[in-house]
DNA sequence: CGCCTGCTTGATCACAGTCAAAAACGGTGG
DNA sequence: CCACCGTTTTTGACTGTGATCAAGCAGGCG
C-alpha cells in the first residue's frame, strides 16, 4: 500500500499522485506550488471569460465553477473546482480563456505562475498524470452532457450529487451522512440548465422520497444506493474508486 | 507564409501543425500514421461504450461522433469527428473507454497502435499540439453544455451549424453555399438534446426565415451573419481563424 | 416495383419556465 | 438581544416549449 500524503494538506498532490505514482522530485514541484496560497471570497473571478489567462492554480479549499455566461446574462455552470482540482490548465495551453473561473464558497487558492505550468508539462510523470486528469475531466463534461441533454430533472440533480459524493471522498471531504455543498439552488439551476423554482421542487421531491436532505449548505444522503439508481450512476468514469483518503 | 500540406490528404497533420508549427521529424511521424488506412460503414463503432481501449485513430474523410446510450436506449452524442480529428486518445490515456464512438457516414479511418500513442506524447512538439487540440475539445464540449443547458432549438442547431461551418472550412471542405452534413434528423435529436419531431419543425422554421437549407445531406448556409446571431456564435474558441486550406 | 429508412404533419400532453409574492434565513449593527 | 436588511428558499397560478403518439409521405435502392 502506498504511503499516504495527507489529503487536507495537499489534495492536488494526492489526485495527481493517484492516476500515476510520482517520483519524489514531482512529489516536491508540486508540493513546492501550494506552499504559497490566498483566500478568495465567494462569487469572484479567478479567470475571467474572454480574456488572456496568467498562469493557473490550485484550490486548496472551499468550492469553484467554470461558467459560461450568454449575453442575455444567463449563466451556464460547465464544471465543479473542488479541493485538490487544478483550473486554468487550457486556458494557458490557449493563452486566453473562453469561461470564467468563479468561487461559489470562500476558497484557499494557489497561484502557479505561467512559467511553472511548462514546468509541470516538461515532467514526463506529471505530464502524464495531468493526462488523465484532463481524460477524467473530459469524460465529466460528457456526462453533464447526458445530464442536461437526456435526463429529467431529478436525475441530473442526484447524478450531479453522486458524482460530489466520489469527487470528495477521494479528498476526504465525505462524512458518514454526507458532505458540503455550499452552493445556492440558483447555481444548481445553472449546472442543472433549469430554472431555481424546479430545482426546488425537484429537491422537495427527493426529500420527500427519502433519498436526500439539503440544508445549511450541506448534502445528507439519506438512501445512496436509490439515488445512484435514479442517476444510472456507475462512478467508474471517474477513476477514483478504492483511494484511502486521509 | 507557411507551407501548406495538402489538408485534403493529412489533414491531421494540417490541424495538429496549426495549432503549433511542427519539426519535419513530427510532421513524418504524422504522416506515417496515416499511411495505411481502411473504410468504415456508416453506424459502426470505432470504440465502445465500457470496454478497454486498444489505440486511437485518425478520421480522414466522413463524418463520426462520440455518444453514450442510457440504459433506455436513449442517446446523447457528445461530439463530432470530422476529417483531422484524432478519436481515443483519452480512452488510450484511461486505458478504458466512458462512451463510445460510432461513424455516422462511411469513414477513412487509420489506425494508431497504443505504442504510438505513446510515441507521440513523447514529441514535445506533438505532444503540446495535442494539448492545445484538447483544451479545443473541452472548450467545444462546454459550448454544447450552454447550447444543451441555456439555448432554445433552432439557437441549439444554429451553433452547432457555425460550429461545424468553421471546423471544416479548416479542412477545406466547405463550399460556396455550404458544406457536407451526412446526419439524419435523428442524430441532430441526439446531439441538441431534442426530439426528431422537434428538429424537424426547427428546421423548417429556420429555412423559412431564409437562414438555411438541410437537403440531400448537405447544409446550404443562406444567411451566415444572421445565422450566428441567432447562435451568439463567436469562432474564436475553436482557434481555426486565418487558416488557408488546400 | 416495393420496401425501408428518414422526413413531415397533426393532435394532445407534460415537464419545466415564467411571473409574482411571501416566508425563512443569515448577517450586521444598534 | 433584537430589529433590520438582503439573500435564498418556498409557494401559487399560469404559460409555453418541447415531448409523445400516431399516421402518412417521400425518396433512394435493390
Redesign the interface.
Known amino acids: 500500500m502506498r504511503q499516504l500524503v495527507s489529503a487536507g494538506a495537499n489534495p492536488a498532490l494526492a489526485k495527481l499522485d493517484g492516476f500515476a505514482p510520482l517520483p519524489e522530485a514531482d512529489r516536491a514541484l508540486l508540493r513546492a506550488i501550494t506552499a504559497e496560497h490566498r483566500w478568495v471570497t465567494p462569487a469572484s473571478d479567478l479567470i475571467r471569460q474572454?480574456e488572456p489567462a496568467e498562469g493557473a492554480f490550485v484550490v486548496l479549499e472551499g468550492f469553484a465553477c467554470?461558467y459560461?455566461l450568454?449575453?442575455s446574462g444567463?449563466?451556464?455552470i460547465?464544471?465543479y473546482l473542488v479541493p485538490g482540482d487544478i483550473g486554468g490548465?487550457?486556458?494557458a495551453?490557449?493563452a486566453?480563456s473562453?469561461?470564467a473561473v468563479g468561487t461559489l464558497s470562500p476558497c484557499r487558492v494557489a497561484r502557479i505562475a505561467p512559467e511553472t505550468v511548462g514546468a509541470l508539462?516538461a515532467r514526463p510523470g506529471i505530464?502524464?498524470a495531468l493526462?488523465?486528469s484532463?481524460?477524467?475531466?473530459?469524460?465529466i463534461?460528457?456526462?453533464?452532457?447526458?445530464s442536461?441533454?437526456?435526463?429529467s430533472a431529478p436525475e441530473r440533480l442526484a447524478h450531479l450529487f453522486c458524482e460530489l459524493h466520489v469527487r470528495l471522498q477521494a479528498v476526504g471531504l465525505v462524512s458518514e451522512d454526507g458532505y458540503p455543498l455550499p452552493v445556492t439552488q440558483i447555481d444548481l439551476a445553472?449546472t442543472?440548465?433549469l430554472t431555481s423554482v424546479h430545482v426546488n421542487r425537484s429537491l422537495q421531491d427527493m426529500r420527500r422520497e427519502g433519498l436526500i436532505e439539503l440544508r445549511k449548505r450541506r448534502l445528507r444522503i439519506l438512501d445512496l444506493p436509490r439515488l445512484r439508481a435514479l442517476a444510472?450512476f456507475d462512478p467508474?468514469?471517474l477513476?477514483l474508486t478504492g483511494r484511502e483518503t486521509a
Not at 141 to 146: G, I, K
Not at 148 to 151: D, L, M, Q, S, T
Open positions: 474572454d467554470r459560461k450568454r449575453r444567463m449563466r451556464q460547465t464544471g490548465l487550457d486556458a495551453a490557449l486566453w473562453d469561461h508539462h505530464a502524464a493526462r488523465i484532463g481524460a477524467v475531466d473530459a469524460a463534461a460528457r456526462e453533464w452532457l447526458v442536461v441533454g437526456r435526463r445553472d442543472a440548465g444510472e467508474a468514469y477513476q
